[in-house]
Each structure stands twice: as C-alpha cells, then as structure tokens.
C-alpha cells in the first residue's frame, strides 16, 4: 500500500516568505508526528496529532512554526517569515495508535532551504 | 551532553566485515528504536526493542537496559548496507511516551 507522502520534496525560499509542506499520512493511522533534520544534527521532534486530542505542540522552535491536521489525515506545516536557520529538512511519521511499543513510518521529507 | 549517543559518527569498512554501532543513553526508557536513513533521506525503522536482542536477516540488535546501551550489528556487510543509522529511545509510559529522542547517527560506508 502507499506509504507517507510528502510534498513539496525540495522548497527554496526567500528570507521572511511563508511556506507550507503538507504530510499524507498512511491510511488509517492516527497518529501523526513532525521532526526536523538539520544539517550535522540529529532529528528533532515538533509536534504530535494522535486523533482528535489536542495536539502536543512542545517540540516549535518559535510561534512562527504551526500545524494543523484536518480530518485526521492530511497534515501542513507552516512556517511564517522563514528564517535562514529553518533550512532542514522536514520529516513526517505516521503510526498506528497504542500505548507502548509502534514502528514510525517516515515519509520522504522536504528539503527546506532558505536563502 | 545528548541524553543519546552513538559512536563512532563514521565508519568505513570493506564488503564481508562485522559491524557493530553502539548506542549509550542517559534516561529511563521503554524502547530503543534502530532506524536507517539511505542517501536521500528515506528513514526506514529496522528494529524497536525494549530488552534482550532481535535479529533479521544480517542485522542483530541488543539492548541492555541495566547498563543503558544498545548495539547494532551487521554481519556480512554489504555496499548497500551504507547508509546513516539512527538510534531513538522512547521515554516510559504515560505523558509524552510517543516522543522519540534521537542520536546524531552513524554513517557507515562499506567498500566493495
């Protein structure tokens, strides 16, 4: 079956532009995480949907990172007046639901470069 | 410090030998996740495990929890085993236990 899609897979954009990258998650999977992955870093977690609960936001950098997921499928992130330090590249996950012990499937990503 | 570490940050070997990468961590966990990252960015999850040892195929993982480490190995290793291994551990149960913590990775590269 399909597994995450991502897209854009590369964005290049200007200092203080927004952009938005869009996560599809496998079918059927309620759970929905964003990382980053800076260059000579490891993957940071951003945020987490699981269904309908509210989402765990405590991974943002700044109030310039959001996201939303409707639907509990399709996912955006978005990042307002990027910033040369946003340059990463984005991950998305998705997994099925469960209290302990899920296998993460990640999308391709999108390569964020910010000049 | 990184709650986790992985060592060596890079290895270079030729096609046949045995690979081991290590991977210390600082916290209480409920699972260590062995994920794997091609050139290109597609991260593939190999191994989740919470005590003891897995294996498939040519790749074998343990964990000790006692001593907060994990290893990873390769037997035979092959050209297209290069790639970035990651290693990820979950926190316990309740609150934020869906949350991953990861290493920085180690880029394995095997000559033919």
């Known amino acids: 079956g399909a597994g995450v899609s991502q897209s854009p897979s590369n964005k290049v954009t200007e200092k203080g532009k927004d952009v938005e990258l869009r996560c599809d998650p496998i079918?059927?999977?309620?759970?929905l995480y964003w990382y980053r992955q800076s260059l000579g870093q490891g993957l940071e977690f951003l945020i987490y949907f699981q269904g309908n609960s509210a989402p765990d936001k405590s991974g943002l950098p700044s109030d310039r990172f959001s996201a939303e997921r409707t639907g509990g499928s399709v996912s955006t992130l978005t990042i307002q007046r990027t910033q040369q330090e946003d340059s990463a590249v984005y991950l998305c996950?998705?997994?099925?639901?469960?209290?302990?012990?899920?296998?993460?499937?990640f999308g391709p990503g999108t390569r964020l470069t910010v000049l | 410090k990184n709650e986790v570490e992985q060592s060596p940050q890079n290895l270079t070997a030729q096609e046949g030998e045995f690979i081991t990468i290590n991977c210390s961590y600082s916290v209480g966990i409920s699972a260590l996740h062995w994920l794997q990252q091609h050139p290109g960015g597609g991260i593939v999850s190999l191994f989740m495990l919470s005590s003891g040892k897995k294996k498939h195929g040519r790749l074998i993982a343990t964990i000790n929890i006692q001593e907060k480490h994990s290893s990873l190995h390769i037997t035979a290793s092959h050209p297209r085993d290069s790639a970035v291994y990651i290693c990820?551990?979950?926190?316990?149960?309740?609150?934020?236990?869906?949350?991953?913590?990861f290493g920085k990775g180690t880029l394995l590269t095997v000559n033919p």
């Open positions: 079918s059927g999977h309620t759970a």
């Open positions: 996950a998705s997994s099925e639901p469960g209290p302990m012990g899920y296998t993460q499937y």
């Open positions: 990820a551990v979950r926190r316990p149960s309740g609150g934020s236990n869906y949350k991953l913590t």
